[in-house]
């Protein structure tokens, strides 16, 4: 049997079928499939040979990148350390500072002062190593200046002067560490939390704003499964796509507070499942009897599925709405 | 698709845009609805980039991309509990199930038969749909389309005269 017999080809209805619409995949389609395609091949045959120098680059940045993060993590941990090893100098351990107290021969506050020292130090290197909003003890540590002064026994006025004075430095760094503290705080949102761990912060301020986001804009489709039709048609009033747009003709429809036709608006290209569903709640919404058994054809011919039961409930609802 | 088998990305784009209407539009007029038929049309391309190496370069492009949406459609209508069968109940239903006509009846205009072609065309089997979407959209030979299916030849011409015999009587109870 020739191809061209009649009862496999048809002129009229070829002619019919080139009259329908010339629909085409979305330009995010195109754009999705295309990507894959690269993403397969790794941009062809050109990238082969540039890999090399491509790998050596991101090795030579990787390697710059490890080196400046390690640089600043050993500045932002250490500071307080090598400043006050600094302040100290030359007198960088306790001995040599108990040693330097006690040739100087000062009664007041010594022995206890050198332990008081080491420990208010330990305090504050604790403090920086924690929270950046915990507060730390103030530093008490003098000046370079004072623990080299030349070791000669003073007098007990000049105990009391040096007393003074040390009780004035040991404010003065206090202020300057409370002072430092407050910027190490206002940086620690940026920096601290950062190299400790990786933003907690960001994390959880990202997860709120999800979920606040996500309470704010209920899905429609699940409030139309759970019957809730007037919050249904509310959310998917602030929802932008055609298939939205189907949805909210159809509440509205099923609510009754829709003048215009809906599915006379429905593209020539949609036909089929959606004009029937229109149809079938046109007729609900006009109080026409419907057949009992039009939503069991329904489902027999595929047109009502699993995926879609947000639309068998307004069928339904639809059905019932029609017998009542 | 040699070219795109050795990485040559470029390829891919000239062989999708050769391909991409034709496909689109006969998934998406088999598949009865646009979500439906864009959803196998992406897994269709995908399939073929995730399987380019079993490309035979003995194939014609054209009917191995057409194989591979016809066994996407195929998965696709199993997914949703569909059967692919040759005659499916649809053929029994009394004409008032079908869907009715947006205009009046005494209107016969080109732009409403064409419509009335489309609502035709769904109340198809969907293996005689696909046998004729082949033919009219892709202008595929029977030979092709019965490769394509895996139908024997005359599966397909037997598909297609029933096709077309149904298409007529539904114009025809159209109008």
């Not at chain 1, 022995?111 to 208010?120: I, N, T």
């Not at chain 1, 305090?123 to 004072?146: D, L, N």
Request: with cysteine; net charge negative; glycine share 4%.
């Amino acid at each position: 049997m020739s191809e061209h017999d009649r009862d496999i080809d048809d002129p009229k209805i070829s002619a019919l079928y080139r009259q329908l619409p010339d629909e085409a995949p979305a330009p995010d389609t195109d754009a999705l499939i295309k990507a894959a395609a690269r993403r397969a091949v790794g941009d062809g045959p050109r990238r082969r040979f540039s890999m090399p120098a491509l790998s050596r680059l991101t090795a030579t940045a990787a390697a710059l990148l490890l080196g400046i993060s390690l640089t600043l993590h050993w500045q932002l941990h250490e500071p307080r350390d090598f400043r006050e090893t600094t302040a100290m100098a030359p007198a960088t351990s306790e001995d040599v500072v108990v040693q330097a107290e006690a040739g100087a021969g000062r009664e007041l506050a010594q022995k206890p002062r050198a332990p008081a020292k080491a420990a208010e130090k330990r305090k504050v290197q604790e403090a920086f190593a924690a929270e950046p909003v915990a507060p730390a003890p103030p530093p008490a540590e003098e000046p370079a200046s004072a623990l080299m002064k030349p070791a000669a026994p003073p007098a007990s006025a000049d105990v009391a002067a040096e007393a003074l004075q040390d009780a004035e430095t040991r404010r003065a760094e206090a202020d300057r560490a409370a002072a430092e503290r407050e910027m190490f705080s206002a940086d620690a949102l940026t920096t601290r939390p950062q190299l400790q761990s990786p933003a907690p912060m960001a994390r959880k301020k990202q997860s709120e704003y999800a979920a606040s986001a996500a309470a704010a804009a209920p899905d429609y489709r699940e409030l139309m499964v759970q019957g809730a039709y007037d919050a249904a048609l509310a959310a998917a009033q602030r929802v932008e796509s055609p298939t939205a747009q189907v949805d909210r003709d159809l509440l509205g429809r099923l609510l009754g507070n829709t003048a215009a036709p809906a599915c006379a608006r429905l593209p020539v290209a949609t036909l089929g499942q959606d004009r029937l569903l229109c149809d079938l709640l046109l007729q609900a919404s006009q109080a026409r009897p419907l057949p009992a058994d039009w939503l069991t054809r329904l489902r027999e011919a595929g047109l009502i599925t699993g995926e879609k039961s947000y639309r068998r409930h307004a069928v339904e609802a639809a059905l019932n709405s029609s017998r009542d | 698709m040699l070219a795109f088998q050795g990485g040559d990305a470029g390829a891919f784009d000239t062989l999708y845009q050769r391909h991409r209407g034709r496909l689109f539009r006969f998934l998406v007029r088999e598949a009865g609805s646009r979500d439906a038929g864009e959803e196998i049309y992406q897994e269709t391309w995908l399939r073929l980039i995730r399987h380019r190496d079993s490309y035979q370069v003995q194939a014609r492009f054209g009917t191995y991309i057409y194989r591979l949406a016809h066994s996407c459609l195929v998965d696709h209508l199993r997914r949703q509990g569909r059967l692919w069968r040759h005659e499916e109940v649809r053929d029994e239903l009394p004409e008032d199930a079908a869907c009715p006509l947006p205009t009046p009846e005494s209107e016969w205009s080109r732009h409403l038969t064409a419509r009335a072609l489309a609502d035709c065309m769904q109340q198809l089997p969907a293996e005689q749909r696909e046998v004729f979407l082949l033919k009219e959209e892709a202008e595929f030979s029977l030979a092709d389309i019965a490769e394509i299916t895996g139908a024997g030849l005359e599966a397909a011409k037997s598909r297609l005269r029933y096709a077309l015999k149904k298409l007529r009587s539904c114009l025809e109870a159209a109008v």
